[in-house]
C-alpha cells in the first residue's frame, strides 16, 4: 500500500522550557477531526483524521462505558495504543518541544508566525485494530495502568 502524507502549515514558537525558537505543525479549525500525534522525543510528528479511525471510534464508546477511563480523553488513550513508528512512543502530552519535550503551552497559527507547508506520514492503529474487543480492552486498561 502506498504511503499517504498531509500536508499541514508550520509555525514557529518560543518554548519555554528552553527559551528557543522551535517549529511545530499545526491543524487549521476547518479540518475538521483532524488530529496530531508526536513522538515521546518530540521529533516526528504524524496526522490522522480521527472520524476515519476505527480505533477512534471503539475508544470513544469504551470511554462513555467504562467508568474507570471515563475521565480519560480518547487523545490520550489513542496516543498510547497507536501504532509505534521506528520504535516510538506518541507522547500524550503533546504537543511537546522538540528540542526539550517540555509541554508548548502557547502556539498559535498566527500567519505571521507561519514557517512553511510540510508533509507528514499517517498515524495509524493497524495492531491494536488487529485485537479482538476483549483484546482492544485490556490494551487500553494496561496503557492507563488500570487493573
Ligand atoms: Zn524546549
Known sequence: MEEKYQSLA???????????????????????????????????????????V????????????????????????????????????????YPVCPRCQTRLLFHSNDESKKTGVRYFKYATWKKFESLSDEEKLERIKNALNIR
Open 54 to 93: 476505527k480505533a477512534f471510534h471503539f475508544i470513544q464508546a469504551e470511554i462513555e462505558r467504562i467508568p474507570l477511563i471515563k475521565k480519560k480523553s480518547a487523545f490520550k488513550v489513542l496516543s498510547l495504543v497507536a501504532d509505534q513508528p521506528q520504535g516510538k512512543r506518541f507522547t500524550p502530552n
Open 10 to 52: 508550520c509555525f514557529k514558537t518560543r518554548c519555554l522550557g528552553c527559551f528557543k525558537i522551535v517549529e511545530i505543525p499545526i491543524v487549521s479549525d476547518f479540518m475538521y477531526g483532524s488530529f496530531l500525534f508526536q513522538t515521546n522525543d518530540g521529533q516526528d510528528f504524524y496526522y490522522a483524521n480521527l472520524l476515519d
